[in-house]
């Protein structure tokens, strides 16, 4: 019974807008992917558990960057695919292939753009899945007042008001038990290459099973980085974080 984990990492972060794929932009000395996967490997549950084998997938041009910028940490870095279904795709094929994949129990899938997701929300995750909660992610309240509207157009008409009370807002990592996991992405493999099918969390590939997903408390520090004003937002807090 191990923990195993998926780093994504192979995205070029075109809404960031850096000359280097987002993984690899430094926030505060470190690159993107450095600290995710650095407190990924920090988390312990309850029970003592960790992620015993971290597979971290990078675009297939940059693969030996990433690997210098993980050289310091116990990880294989393996290429993505066309999109983020089709990279944790890759990430589930090299767990299998590598020593001791018979013991994976647990597998979470973790991003890259997510760097700052702490030990304790891993933990979280990993401790909701071992007590028998086959998909599990972590989610925060949505504090905006949400509307639905007919899109299109500079000026939309709003349908409805959506009850705020039972929405979550998603983040990574997502946990899962081993076998859901591999059941889903070989289920859906044929939807992986292209951004109009493929899944953009793992969780929708379980809901698409019909099986069930709860949520655990998510944490604020695992906000994703996605433009230029998230990273400069990060920075600010991991300075302040000392
Ligand atoms: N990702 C991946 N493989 C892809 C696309 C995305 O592994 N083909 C990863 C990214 O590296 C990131 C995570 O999925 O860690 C979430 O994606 P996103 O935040 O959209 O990152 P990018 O796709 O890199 O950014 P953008 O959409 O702005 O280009
Ligand atoms: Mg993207």
Redesign the pocket.
């Known amino acids: 019974m191990t923990v195993a984990a998926v780093l994504?990492?192979?995205?070029?972060?075109?809404?960031?807008g850096h000359s280097l794929?987002?993984?690899l932009v430094s926030l505060g000395g470190q690159s993107l992917v450095a600290h995710a996967a650095r407190n990924l490997l920090a988390a312990r549950t309850a029970g003592d558990r960790h992620v015993q084998t971290l597979v971290v997938?990078a675009p297939a041009e940059h693969v030996a960057a990433v690997s210098d910028a993980l050289a310091h940490l116990d990880v294989l870095v393996v290429p993505?695919?066309?999109?983020?279904q089709?990279?944790?795709a890759a990430g589930l094929a090299a767990l299998r292939s590598a020593p001791g994949s018979e013991d994976i129990s647990v597998v979470l899938v973790h991003?890259?753009?997510r760097p700052l997701a702490p030990p304790s929300l891993i933990a979280r995750v990993v401790d909701a899945v071992l007590s028998g909660h086959h998909a599990v992610v972590p989610g925060l309240p949505v504090t905006d007042t949400v509307k639905q509207v007919e899109p299109g157009g500079p000026v939309e008409l709003v349908v409805a008001t959506v009850p705020r009370a039972d929405l979550r807002a998603v983040q990574t990592p997502q946990g899962f038990s081993w076998e859901l996991l591999s059941r889903a992405h070989a289920t859906f493999a044929a939807d992986a290459d292209h951004e109009s099918s493929a899944a953009s969390d793992d969780a929708g590939l379980v809901e698409r099973l019909g099986e069930r997903v709860w949520v655990v408390a998510g944490d604020e520090r695992a906000a994703?980085?996605?433009t230029p004003r998230d990273l400069a937002v990060a920075t600010l807090l991991l300075e302040a974080d000392g």
Request: glycine letters at 14%; proline letters at 7%.
């Open positions: 994504t990492a192979a995205g070029s972060g075109s809404r960031l794929p987002k993984a997938t993505g695919g066309p999109t983020r089709a990279s944790v991003d890259a753009a994703k980085i996605t």
